[in-house]
């Protein structure tokens, strides 16, 4: 069960209490190559989001 306190009373807490939480993962990096010429794809002239109707 989360708690959350939001009082502006001291609070005390104990050994092996949880006070915060987070998940460290690492970021994967994107390597861009730039180009002049695109292959065909299957939305054709449209591009992302064509929806060809």
């Known amino acids: 069960m989360s708690k ?6 001291t609070f005390k807490f104990s050994a092996g209490d949880r006070i ?3 998940v460290v993962n690492p970021a994967p990096q994107a390597k861009l190559i ?6 065909e794809t299957k ?6 989001g064509s929806t060809g109707v």
Do not use: H, N, S, V
């Not at 730039?34 to 292959?39: F, M």
């Not at 939305?43 to 992302?48: K, L, V, Y």
């Open 4 to 9: 959350i306190y939001f009082g502006r009373e």
């Open 43 to 48: 939305r054709g002239a449209g591009g992302f």
């Open 20 to 22: 915060a939480q987070a």
């Open 34 to 39: 730039e180009t002049d010429d695109l292959d």
